[in-house]
């Protein structure tokens, strides 16, 4: 089993949430932040991976989501007023990957209903044939969506020497910096593998929230341990 979870360092916040998988029902009746995986979002897409859905289907996601009253929210939204409680209807949508479906087709849709998004980007790939552009980063950015590292060229964060391990985490979190003018706050290691070394090099790095994909629940009220 996966499980997506959320470190949010600044406001000793554990948060323990769900990836969402195309035409399976999700029970959300447990209270809680509850966080949507997606990958590609697009009609074309070969890989029939669990993280992937066509616009048809993610355009019925977010009509799911808002008939059962959700706010979307962004993880700097959380550790930068720390108000929400599990008896808040709470959801983080998140875009792995940084492709170019996620301003082609997320954005314009978010945008209809919205709705806001974290989208984590490798940065060594930006401008790159099919990927997000310096340009629709800034653009989302500027449109209620929230932009997170990815790192900076997508390998196993575990697999990594130190030092390799933090210039992947400082160097994508500089150039997103770079690119927006602003604090990146969130990061998502490559497969969401990480262990303890890489959770203490995210902290290192300054990032503010950590997720992983595994499932789970979210809890406001749980601290790390």
Request: aromatic share 12%; hydrophobic share 35%; proline share 3%.
């Amino acid at each position: 089993m996966k499980k997506k979870v959320l470190f949010l360092f600044g406001a000793l916040l554990i948060v323990f949430s769900v990836s969402f998988v195309a035409n399976t029902y999700l029970e959300l009746k447990e209270p809680g932040v509850i966080v949507l995986l997606y990958h590609r979002v697009t009609d074309n897409v070969k890989d029939k991976s669990k993280y992937n859905v066509n616009v048809r289907q993610f355009e019925r996601h977010l009509d799911l989501i808002r008939t059962n009253n959700f706010q979307t929210i962004l993880p700097r939204e959380i550790y930068q007023t720390n108000h929400f409680n599990n008896k808040d209807k709470l959801l983080i949508l998140s875009f792995d990957d940084g492709t170019g479906d996620h301003y082609h087709s997320v954005f314009p849709l978010l945008k209809k209903h919205d709705m806001k998004g974290v989208f984590f980007v490798v940065t060594k790939y930006i401008n790159s044939e099919n990927l997000l552009s310096d340009h629709q980063i800034r653009e989302m950015s500027q449109n209620k969506m929230e932009i997170g590292s990815h790192s900076y060229s997508h390998p196993y964060l575990n697999d990594l020497s130190q030092e390799n391990l933090e210039y992947e985490l400082d160097r994508s979190k500089k150039d997103l910096e770079t690119i927006l003018g602003s604090e990146i706050f969130s990061f998502a290691p490559p497969g969401g593998w990480f262990n303890q070394r890489v959770l203490s090099a995210a902290r290192k790095s300054g990032y503010k929230a950590f997720f992983s994909c595994e499932i789970g629940r979210t809890n406001l009220e749980s601290k790390p341990t």
